[in-house]
């Protein structure tokens, strides 16, 4: 068990507020041939931050949970409502 700090972003007003991660569990190192250290999953982390598509900077948490973030909403969002009548013909799902 580990925890470290990022900043990975950049202002040009105001400040920014680091991002805490806690890695509880690291099984990768069992499997692994190579050992992840602390500071490749540092790394990781930080680059994984810069491929989220929808923003040409990046963001504060990695892509995969920002995009984990996104759908959990929209699916909360639409899945209790019904649908637009005006969608009916329309493969709106695709």
């Given at each position: 068990m580990y925890d470290f700090y990022l900043v990975s972003q950049h202002v040009t007003m105001g400040t920014v507020t680091p991002t805490h991660y806690n890695v509880i569990?690291?099984?990768?190192?069992e499997t692994a041939t190579k050992p992840i250290t602390p500071n490749i999953m540092?790394?990781?982390t930080y680059?994984?931050?810069h491929m989220y598509y929808n923003w040409t900077g990046t963001v504060r948490?990695?892509?995969l949970c920002q995009l984990a973030h996104k759908l959990a909403f929209?699916?909360?969002?639409?899945?209790?409502?019904?649908?637009?009548?005006?969608l009916e013909d329309?493969?709106?799902?695709l």
């Open positions: 569990v690291d099984t990768l190192n540092q790394q990781l680059k994984l931050t948490v990695p892509a929209l699916a909360g969002q639409s899945l209790q409502s019904n649908p637009n009548p005006g329309l493969l709106y799902f």
